[in-house]
């Protein structure tokens, strides 16, 4: 009889198949909108259809795929460091801190130059400053706090903080300006030009390099910190560096693309499910790989999903797919207890 295939082949034709949806799907997402185009079309050389590959569709598939990679591999690593399958990336509060400068910038437009409201890069450098100010003062204390559980709860008090400030801002804005800032929470592909890509991209780009450089120190967390000391773990710099990983993830794919709810909480899920492991060495690649494959998912379904001439807001989709997520770790957390 012939011996089953090793679990080391089988994680690389999983790997294999996920790669291979994602080169799929984003050439559908590329051809898909509300012209389709066949393959033809895209490679033709047409002035109209490259106008519209080349700088509408080709930026949003690409950020569906980056987005998604970077929110998955930072959902990971939260749900590492607090020992909580219902962390995601957002839990420190950059999220909060981008959206209460987004806030500050379209609510109080009336307080800031009108140059600077009125550039294309305002929100994103509002969103910037915002999360990169509660990631100044979530280091800071980090220092100082070593159990992990009281610098969960100091990140969510400073989200707490953060939106009530946004919600003073939106009883004192005008309509427009709040229906502004309204669209920008429900997230968006559809905005990230190629200018905004040399930015964004960069950022993810390193966040997910220190993730994958401390693959080790994020194995021995999982097994308690006194373990990880023990194995000569630096568990005050392995944290450090996760807060920075996830504050350029977080916070760049906040800024270009608003805040997008449940990926970077389902997706690390979905991998430990489809690769049964828990080693990180496998589940970051493989959390990328469903992040941006789920992603581009939603994406393809905000356009094809008829709207009454409008595009449905990602974060419509994406929280169709994550809520049950939520209920499915809950529920299976009780029968494990």
Not at 180 to 195: D, E, K, R, Y
């Amino acid at each position: 009889m012939k011996e089953g295939l090793s679990i080391n082949t089988k994680n690389t034709l999983k790997f294999i198949v996920l790669v291979i949806l994602c080169g799929f799907l984003f050439l559908l997402d590329i051809a898909l909108g509300s012209v389709n185009l066949s393959m033809s079309d895209i490679f033709s050389g047409d002035t109209v259809y490259r106008e519209i590959v080349v700088n509408f569709r080709l930026p949003k598939a690409i950020t569906a795929l980056a987005t998604g990679a970077a929110l998955s591999v930072a959902g990971l690593v939260m749900q590492t460091m607090f020992k909580n399958p219902l962390a995601d990336p957002y839990i420190l509060g950059i999220s909060s801190g981008a959206s209460l400068g987004v806030a500050i910038v379209v609510l109080g437009s009336g307080l800031l130059p009108t140059a600077f409201v009125s550039s294309g890069w305002s929100i994103v450098i509002a969103a910037i400053l915002g999360g990169s100010v509660v990631l100044m003062l979530v280091l800071g204390i980090s220092f100082k706090i070593r159990q992990v559980v009281s610098l969960l709860i100091i990140g969510i008090m400073f989200g707490q903080i953060a939106g009530s400030m946004v919600t003073i801002l939106q009883n004192y804005s005008n309509p427009d300006s709040l229906k502004l800032f309204i669209t920008w929470t429900f997230g968006s592909l559809q905005a990230v030009t190629w200018n905004y890509m040399k930015v964004m991209l960069p950022m993810i780009a390193i966040g997910i390099l220190i993730v994958l450089s401390i693959q080790k120190q994020l194995d021995g967390l999982l097994l308690g910190e006194h373990y990880a000391k023990g194995l000569g773990i630096s568990v005050t710099r392995t944290r450090i560096l996760i807060i920075i990983a996830v504050a350029l993830l977080a916070g760049a794919t906040t800024a270009f693309t608003g805040p997008i709810a449940f990926i970077g909480f389902a997706m690390p899920h979905l991998a430990r499910g489809i690769f049964a492991s828990s080693s990180h060495k496998i589940i970051a690649p493989a959390s990328m790989l469903c992040g941006a494959l789920t992603l581009i998912i939603c994406d393809l379904a905000t356009t094809q999903i008829p709207a009454e001439g409008h595009i449905l807001p990602i974060n419509a989709i994406t929280s169709l797919i994550g809520a049950p997520f939520v209920i499915w770790v809950i529920l299976k957390r009780i029968r494990v207890s």
